[in-house]
C-alpha cells in the first residue's frame, strides 16, 4: 500500500488531516486554530518534522532491505512495484526537482577525505529543488532592495500608520450609526419618542431629586431657562453628565451608571424644558448659551441671501 501513494503526496495529506481534525475540535472563534493560540502552530510544525523524519527513515530501512536481497529477489521487488499505478508526470517533475544521486554500491567514488568519528561526507550535488529556491530568494531580495531602499515604498511603520488610521475612520463612521457608542464629541440630539421617552425615565429616576420633575431646579439649576453653567446643547450636557459638574460641588459623573445611549437619551431629553416654565423656577446660574454653530449657520445664510439680493437687484 505505501507504495502506491508517493511520500510527496503521503505527507501533505496525512499533515492537512490532522490540522483539520485540530481546526474542528478546537473552538477558535473566527481566527484559525494555529492563529488563535501559537502553541497548536508550533505542534504542528512538530508533526510535519516527524511524518518528514518518519519518510526518511522509512525510505532509507527501504533501500537497504532492497541492497541487502539477492537477484532474484531485486526482481521481484522491482516487479510489485511497476505493478503499481505510477503517475508519470507527477513523477518525472518529483525526479528532476530531487535530481540524481549516486547508488549506495557507487558511493565510493564521491567520498571526501573528511571523517568525523567515523561519519563520512558524501561530494553529492545540490538537488535542484534548492538550487532553485536558493535563486528565488536571490531575486527576492534584490526586488526587496529596489523596492524599499531605492524607491522607498511604504515600510511596515507607514503601512501600520495608514491602516491604524483607516481604522479610527471607519470607528468614528460607525459610532455615527451606533448609538451605544456615542460620546460628548459624537453624540447628536435624538428626537424620536421612543429615545424621549426612554430619558424621561431615566431623568425621573436619577435627576428629579436634585432638578424638579418640571426642571425648575432644587439643588440642582433650573433647566428651563436659556442661563448654563457648563454649557447647553447635546454636546455640553452629555458631557456634564458622563463626566460631572464642578469639582465638589456639582453633579456627580453618571459614565459608570449609565450607558452611553441612555446618557444620550437623558441629554436629549433635558434639552426639551428650556423655554418651559416650571412651577418653582430657581434663579439663573451661569451664562446665557449661545449655539456658535448655529448663530455661525445663521450668519452665513443671512449673508448669502443679502449678496443673492444685492445682485438680483443690480440685475434689475
Not at 111 to 130: A, F, Q, S, V
Not at 183 to 189: A, G, I, K, Q, S
Request: hydrophobic share 40%.
Amino acid at each position: 500500500m505505501r507504495h502506491l501513494i508517493p511520500s510527496y503526496i503521503r505527507v501533505p495529506v496525512v499533515f492537512f488531516i490532522i490540522a483539520g481534525l485540530i481546526e474542528y475540535f478546537v473552538d477558535s472563534g473566527d481566527q484559525p486554530a494555529f492563529m488563535e493560540k501559537p502553541i497548536i502552530l508550533l505542534f504542528l510544525l512538530l508533526v510535519l518534522l516527524v511524518l518528514i523524519a518518519i519518510e526518511g527513515i522509512v525510505s532509507s530501512l527501504d533501500n537497504i532491505l532492497f541492497e541487502s536481497l539477492d537477484e532474484k529477489g531485486k526482481e521481484r521487488y522491482l516487479a510489485s512495484r511497476t505493478k503499481a499505478p505510477q503517475l508519470e508526470k507527477v513523477n518525472a517533475l518529483y525526479s528532476k526537482l530531487v535530481g540524481k544521486s549516486k547508488p549506495i554500491e557507487e558511493e565510493g567514488e564521491i567520498i571526501l577525505d573528511h571523517n568525523y568519528d567515523g561519519i563520512k561526507e558524501l561530494d553529492n550535488d545540490l538537488p535542484p529543488w534548492w538550487v532553485y529556491t536558493f535563486y528565488l530568494s536571490i531575486l527576492f531580495a534584490v526586488v526587496y532592495m529596489v523596492r524599499y531602499h531605492v524607491f522607498n515604498a511604504d515600510d511596515q511603520f507607514a503601512e501600520y500608520e495608514t491602516e491604524y488610521a483607516e481604522a479610527n475612520r471607519a470607528i468614528e463612521e460607525y459610532k455615527k450609526t451606533a448609538k451605544g457608542l456615542v460620546d460628548f464629541n459624537t453624540v447628536e440630539l435624538l428626537t424620536e419618542t421612543s429615545d424621549l421617552n426612554a430619558g424621561k425615565k431615566i431623568f425621573e429616576t436619577n435627576c428629579v431629586a436634585c432638578h424638579k420633575a418640571d426642571g425648575g431646579g432644587g439643588i440642582g439649576p433650573n433647566l428651563a431657562d436659556p442661563n448654563w453653567i457648563l454649557g447647553g446643547g447635546i454636546k455640553n450636557v452629555f458631557k456634564t453628565i458622563s463626566e460631572g459638574g464642578r469639582d465638589g460641588k456639582g453633579m456627580v459623573a453618571w459614565k459608570s451608571e449609565l450607558k452611553p445611549l441612555e446618557m444620550a437619551q437623558v441629554s436629549s431629553y433635558v434639552l426639551q424644558f428650556q423655554g418651559t416654565t416650571p412651577a418653582e423656577p430657581k434663579a439663573a446660574e451661569g451664562d446665557i448659551w449661545v449655539d456658535e454653530a448655529s448663530t455661525n449657520s445663521d450668519t452665513e445664510t443671512t449673508t448669502e441671501n443679502t449678496e443673492t439680493a444685492e445682485t438680483v437687484g443690480s440685475e434689475n
